[in-house]
């Protein structure tokens, strides 16, 4: 019996996009079939004419409800960026449906050490956190940060099969994981069918140019590109893929920066090795010239954004393959807080990006003709769920698929005004971009969450997703 049918709209799904109808039975979805041939008296009927209907976006890169560091909050301590209740408000105002967050102690400071609470206790410590508080469903990644001991390698396992698919590491700042420790990692994750989630820089090559910035007296943090340059990111993403090689591990490099990391992952892929790109929705629309416009620090997020050929080849990638997915790299707090620093080591990293990040990427690149409506689906939502380990279950229109779906209207035009947002915070990197298309409609498993610009999603909906990487996935390049 079904709950509710979607009618007259552009349904994207798996096969191909077309004029198709949806039943949603309960929380799962019952039916994709052709026009007016799932008509039954009594049960609700959305109309979608003239939209796009998409499976709900995925986020794969938040960071809601953490401690910023105090050198990024101006000195203040007990700082967080925004809890799991207004994020994911947002979310769902944006299409989106599902975010992945973090789990594990980062140590906030040089010379901090992490926590040594075993994994699965700091992954039902995050739990907590979220449950109760989301209007959407969430999952993590786990972070692993320094020198990693036996004790937590020998944990990964364990965690991998309670549904904690993805491992994240750093190969730089004060979180950086040695190489010897990296691979021991590897080694792990791969034994246990789980993936890496990189943040990859060549260390040496960012200390030595904030080293020789400072000393020159060009510390300003327009000056960032420098640090975090196009160099490092080559350098560390091909070790990576070299260490994933040997130990037959899925890489998930997260926001690719340079045209070299483009390059480097279209390599990889060309070997048949496992190795996915990200791309920041910012740094599809900003370069480092923007920097040194007022407030320019504002558009930050780590490692850096770059040159115009940069951002051009991001592009380019989400045309052509290498670039897999789109992401915001959530990281939410006041505008005090995000330019208290102006130097390159005190800029505080990240934006309030997740309501954005969907009508930004269809203007960018399905308005422009680039990528086709399903194309638009892999890179906001199928490919994370395939990468991450929620397909089919989440990431597609199609029957036995949780009914997370958002309409998406191709004909509105707006420019972006922080009152346009709802996230909690005073500012957006955004104002006054023009968007050409934006969701109007967001349904979590078969519930209406969001309807003519209203909330009616509750706190309490959003629940934990446990998740399992596909064998294809950790074989060749499967998305």
Known sequence: MLDLIITGGTVVAPEGASLMDVGIEGEKIAAV?????????????????????????????????????DYWAGGKSEVFTQPPEAASRAAAFGGVTTYVDFAGNLPLNPGA???????????????????????????????????????????IGEAIQSGLASFKVFTTFFAKVPT??????????????????????????????????????????????????????????????????????????????AKEGVAAVAEARAKLLPVYGEALHNYLEFTCEDYRKPDGLAIHTYPAIKYPEDRDALLQGLVDGPMCITATD??????????????????????????????????????????SLNRFADITSGNAAKILGMYPQKGAIAAGSDADIVFFDPDIKKKLTLDDLHADSDYSIWEGVECHGYAVLTILRGKVIVEDGKLLGSSSDGRWLPRRVAPSILAQPAA
């Open 180 to 257: 010897g420790h990296l691979w021991a990692v590897f080694q792990e994750v791969a034994k246990h069918g789980g993936i890496m989630a990189v943040h990859a820089e060549e260390d040496d090559i960012v200390t030595y140019m904030e080293e020789k910035l400072i000393s020159e007296g060009n510390d300003h943090g327009s000056n960032l590109h420098l640090v975090h340059n196009n160099l490092s990111e080559d350098i560390a993403f091909r070790k990576i893929i070299r260490l994933a090689e040997s130990t037959e591990t899925g890489i998930y490099f997260v926001h690719t920066t």
């Open 33 to 69: 079939a052709a026009p007016g041939t799932l008509d039954a008296p009594g049960v609700r009927t959305i109309d979608a004419t003239g939209k796009i209907v998409l499976p709900g976006g995925i986020e794969p890169h938040t960071h809601i409800n953490v401690p910023v560091p």
């Open 113 to 155: 050490v992490p926590a040594a609470e075993p994994i699965m206790a700091q992954i039902e410590k995050r739990r907590q956190t979220f449950t109760g508080h989301s209007y959407i469903d969430f999952t993590f990644h786990y972070i692993l940060a320094g020198a990693v001991s036996p004790q937590t390698i020998g944990e």
């Open 330 to 371: 959530e990281w939410t707090t006041y505008k005090e807080v995000k330019l208290s620093g102006d130097t390159i080591k005190t800029v505080c990293g990240g934006h309030n990006g997740i309501e954005t990040r969907m009508p930004v990427t269809f203007t960018k690149l399905v308005s422009t003709g680039r990528i």
